[in-house]
C-alpha cells in the first residue's frame, strides 16, 4: 500500500512541477494589456451590452463606460425581455429608445451616445444572448464592436487601451481575461479557482497560435474589428453557441484572421455571479459547453481535479509516520497552495482565501461533476 501511495504522490508532484514551470513560462510571454495617458486610437467603438433583469449591474457598467466615450462612439443596450428596472434605469440615465422610426443618425457627431434596443422573445434556434446581440449590431455605427457584459466594471482608459492595441498589433478579434470582483464567502472561493482552471486548460499560448485547435474566447470583452465581424456572418453565424465567444475565436482562427487573448485585470473586472446557485449554474454552464457537451473530456476534467487537487490534502493527515510518504506529501500541499495563491494575484482576488483551496477544488470537482451529468443526459441549457 505505501509503494501505490508513493507512486501515486510522485505522479501527482511530477504533474504539478510541470503545470507550474509551464504556467509560469507562459504568464512570462502572455500578452496583458496597460491602461497608459500614451494609449491613443484612431478608429470609432460601438459598445454593445446585453441585458435581461440586470438592474442591479447595468447603471454601474454604463457608467463606468460613458466616461470613456470619444467623438462618433456609443453605447447600445439590448434589453432581452426584461421585468424588473432595466429600462427605467436606462431613462434615467438618459439613453434614448432606439425604435423603427428612430434609427441612428448618419450623422454620428449629432446621433446620442447612449441609446437602448428593447427586442422580441427570442424565437427558436437561438440563445438569447445572440439574438440581442444581432439585433443590436443593425444599429451600430463604429469602426469596432466592443461587446461586453452588464456584470462588467472598466477602468478609465480602458476602452482606448484595448482599441489601441488592437489596432497597433493589427488585431480582428481581442478579448481579454478580467480580474475577479468578488464578494463574501463563496464568490471568493469558487470564482478564483473556476477561473484558474479555465487558464490551465486553455493556455494564452495556444489560444494565440493561430495553428492550434484551442479556441477561447471571453464574453465579457470581446473587441472584434467591425468588418471581420460582418465578413464571418455575425451572431447569425453563431446563433444556437451557448459560448458564443469561443465560437467566434473559432471563426476568426478558421478565418484566417488574427484573434489574439490577453490579461486585462487593469482594463475592466468582473462580478460574474452573486450568489451560490448563479455560481453552481453558472459554471456549470460555461464548462459544459467549453468541453463541447463531451461526457468523456469533462470525466477527464473531474478525475483530473479530484485526483491531483482535492486527493492530496484528503489523504496528508494520514502519511503522519510515513517518513517519506508524508514529505512528499506535505510538498504536494505546498505547491497546490503556492499555485493558488499565484491564481488569486493574477485574477486580483483576496489572496487569504487560497488558504481555503482544498474546499475549493471540492466544490468545483463537484462542479464539474454535474457538467458531466448534464452531458451525459443530454439536458437542455438556457441563457437566463
Known amino acids: 500500500m505505501e509503494t501505490f501511495v508513493l507512486l501515486y504522490l510522485a505522479t501527482a508532484l511530477a504533474v504539478w512541477i510541470y503545470r507550474s514551470f509551464r504556467s509560469l513560462s507562459e504568464l512570462a510571454r502572455a500578452p496583458e494589456l496597460r491602461v497608459s495617458p500614451q494609449n491613443t486610437r484612431t478608429g470609432s467603438v460601438s459598445i454593445l451590452i446585453p441585458a435581461k433583469n440586470e438592474e442591479k449591474n447595468i447603471a454601474d457598467c454604463v457608467k463606468s463606460l460613458l466616461t470613456q466615450l470619444r467623438e462618433n462612439d456609443e453605447i447600445i443596450v439590448i434589453n432581452n425581455c426584461s421585468s424588473d428596472r432595466t429600462e427605467i434605469i436606462l431613462k434615467e440615465l438618459g439613453a434614448l429608445e432606439i425604435t423603427e422610426n428612430r434609427r441612428p443618425s448618419p450623422q454620428k457627431k449629432t446621433s446620442p451616445i447612449l441609446k437602448y434596443l428593447n427586442t422580441p422573445k427570442t424565437p427558436d434556434g437561438w440563445t438569447g444572448k445572440n439574438f440581442a446581440l444581432h439585433l443590436g449590431k443593425n444599429h451600430a455605427t463604429g469602426d469596432w464592436f466592443l461587446f461586453t457584459d452588464a456584470d462588467t466594471r472598466h477602468q478609465p482608459g480602458g476602452v482606448d487601451a484595448s482599441v489601441a492595441y488592437a489596432e497597433k498589433e493589427a488585431l480582428d478579434l481581442l478579448t481579454l481575461f478580467p480580474r475577479c470582483l468578488a464578494h463574501g464567502f463563496w464568490e471568493n472561493l469558487i470564482q478564483p479557482c473556476a477561473m484558474g482552471y479555465m487558464g490551465l486548460w486553455f493556455p494564452v499560448r495556444k489560444i494565440n497560435d493561430p495553428k492550434s485547435k484551442i479556441c477561447f474566447g471571453n464574453g465579457q470583452y470581446l473587441l472584434v474589428r467591425k468588418d471581420h465581424y460582418l465578413g464571418f456572418g455575425g451572431h447569425e453565424a453563431l446563433k444556437e453557441a451557448f459560448l458564443e465567444d469561443f465560437a467566434m475565436m473559432k471563426k ?39 468541453f463541447e457537451q463531451n461526457p468523456w473530456r469533462l ?26 510518504a508524508f514529505i512528499a506529501g506535505a510538498l504536494l500541499v505546498g505547491i497546490l497552495l503556492a499555485t493558488a495563491f499565484k491564481t488569486h494575484s493574477i485574477v486580483r482576488a483576496n489572496r487569504m482565501a487560497a488558504l481555503l483551496h482544498p474546499l475549493a477544488a471540492m466544490v468545483f470537482t463537484i462542479i464539474l461533476f454535474d457538467s458531466f451529468l448534464m452531458a451525459a443526459l443530454k439536458k437542455p441549457t438556457f441563457w437566463r
Open 299 to 324: 470525466s477527464r476534467c473531474v478525475s483530473s481535479v479530484f485526483f491531483f487537487s482535492v486527493l492530496p490534502f484528503l489523504i496528508l493527515p494520514f502519511l503522519a509516520g510515513h517518513n517519506a
Open 252 to 290: 476568426t482562427k478558421e478565418s484566417g484572421a488574427r484573434g489574439l487573448c490577453a490579461f486585462g485585470m487593469e482594463v475592466y473586472g468582473t462580478r460574474m455571479y452573486d450568489s451560490f446557485n448563479s455560481l453552481w449554474r453558472g459554471w456549470r454552464r460555461i464548462y459544459l459547453h467549453a
